[in-house]
């Protein structure tokens, strides 16, 4: 947010956030990653990985929170934009919601269906309104069948955007695309 510091990580990276007016470097832990995420103010860095999540000071890693939550490994998490909620989804694509000064879990939103999003193929992700009253969470998964020969792959994508102060889903947007290959 200031326009020094830059967070970085990835499914085979670690996360690590670089202070350039300092130039020193914050390494947070030694684990793969796949979702970090910076406050809008810059002091607070949100990362997530098979773990969980961690909500650690950007300048000084060594002073983090874990997070708990039933969901999975983290794939993605975001701050609100006014950083007072910390948002996360893993691989069941259940997604949390916590209080980041408290560090206390206020919500979990339930995609319904069956999902095992992965990193190599399944997806999640979610993401907050620039007003921070919708979250909005994606969940994407297939499934592989085999019927008279031929081998059918079917993908399943679903969109729901939930309003923050209720923790109740909005709106639900689905669709199924279904691919035959022999």
Known sequence: PDGNTLAVGGGLG???????????????????????????DGRLTATGDADGVQLWKTRNP??????????????????SPNGKLLAAIGT????????????????????????LATPDGNAANL???????????????S???VSS???????HDTVMLWETATKRPITRSEEHTSELQS
């Open 143 to 145: 499934s592989d069948s």
């Open 92 to 115: 069941t694509c259940t997604a949390s919601l916590w209080d980041v000064a408290t560090g206390r879990l206020i919500a979990t939103l339930t995609t319904p269906g069956h999902y």
């Open 149 to 155: 020969g031929s081998f059918q792959q079917t993908i």
């Open 62 to 79: 060594a002073d983090a929170r874990v997070l708990t939550a039933n969901q999975g490994s983290i794939l993605r998490v975001a701050f």
């Open 14 to 40: 670690y996360p690590a956030a670089l202070d350039e007016g300092a130039r020193t470097f914050y390494e947070a832990n030694d684990d793969p990653l796949a979702g970090v995420a910076v406050s809008p």
């Open 127 to 141: 993401s907050f309104s620039p007003d921070g009253k919708t979250v909005a969470t994606y969940c994407s998964s």
